[in-house]
């Protein structure tokens, strides 16, 4: 069974640019949620979306939102980009009714 | 919200058991805690999960008092292959907030 996959791996942003990042849950996995990984912060909670629909949000401005779509894929939108959000994105599974979390290798994300 | 807490670094000798313990007072009534581990460069990895008591599986066993505001991760006989970073995952609640939240994580190193 394949795992989660996010894309791209890496990316090079600068200042002001947006950024969508995608993720691909494993299959049959219909939640979805979005971390953002920095030496500073650790490992923060972003979005969780559950059959398209946002289920809970993490404290981050409104620049980064997110969506879900009908197979279970999901995307992250960074807006007006900034040197801090320069982090690792993490993206995890899960089935429904666990927090049992599949996560993903990760997007890492320079802004410049 | 609260945030959970968990010892910075810990060291350890291989052969040795190892005990890391998460503190979170605000952690949601009917969420389970989880716990991870993440090398350099990877996604984290799913270890052990649990609601209350004792759980135990073939790579760890976890602890939970009655209360639920912390838990322990017991590592028996560690390999220097389990030089990670570990983290706690909780639902955390406020009002009618609920938040993933991740422990700050604890930085094992195991020594030969």
């Known amino acids: 069974k394949a795992g989660v996959t996010q894309t791209p791996r890496y990316l090079i942003k600068t200042r002001g640019q947006q950024v969508t990042l995608s993720c691909s849950p494993i299959?049959?996995?219909?939640?979805v949620s979005w971390y953002q990984q920095t030496p500073g912060q650790g490992l923060q909670f972003l979005f969780e979306?559950?059959?398209?629909?946002?289920?809970n949000k993490g404290n981050f401005p409104g620049r980064f939102s997110g969506r879900q779509f009908s197979n279970s894929r999901s995307e992250m939108n960074v807006s007006t980009l900034e040197l801090g959000d320069s982090a690792l994105y993490l993206c995890?599974?899960?089935?429904?009714?666990?927090?049992?979390?599949?996560f993903g290798q990760g997007t890492r994300l320079t802004v410049v | 919200l609260a945030k959970t807490t968990q010892p910075i670094s810990m060291d350890s000798y291989e052969g040795q058991e190892v005990n890391i313990t998460c503190s979170h007072n605000?952690?949601?009534?009917?969420?389970?805690i989880t716990w991870y581990q993440q090398f350099p460069s990877q996604g984290p990895r799913f270890i052990i999960q649990g609601y209350k008591t004792k759980v135990t599986n073939e790579v760890a066993s976890l602890f939970i008092p009655a209360d639920r505001k912390s838990s322990t991760l017991s590592l028996p006989r560690v390999s220097l292959s389990d030089t990670a970073v570990y983290y706690c995952?909780?639902?955390?609640?406020?009002?009618?907030?609920?938040?993933?939240?991740f422990g700050s994580g604890t930085q094992l190193t195991v020594l030969p």
């Open positions: 979306y559950f059959s398209e629909t946002q289920r």
């Open positions: 995890a599974s899960s089935a429904q009714g666990t927090t049992e979390a599949f």
């Open positions: 995952l909780v639902a955390m609640t406020s009002g009618s907030a609920r938040q993933l939240t």
């Open positions: 605000n952690i949601a009534t009917n969420d389970y």
């Open positions: 299959s049959g996995h219909r939640s």
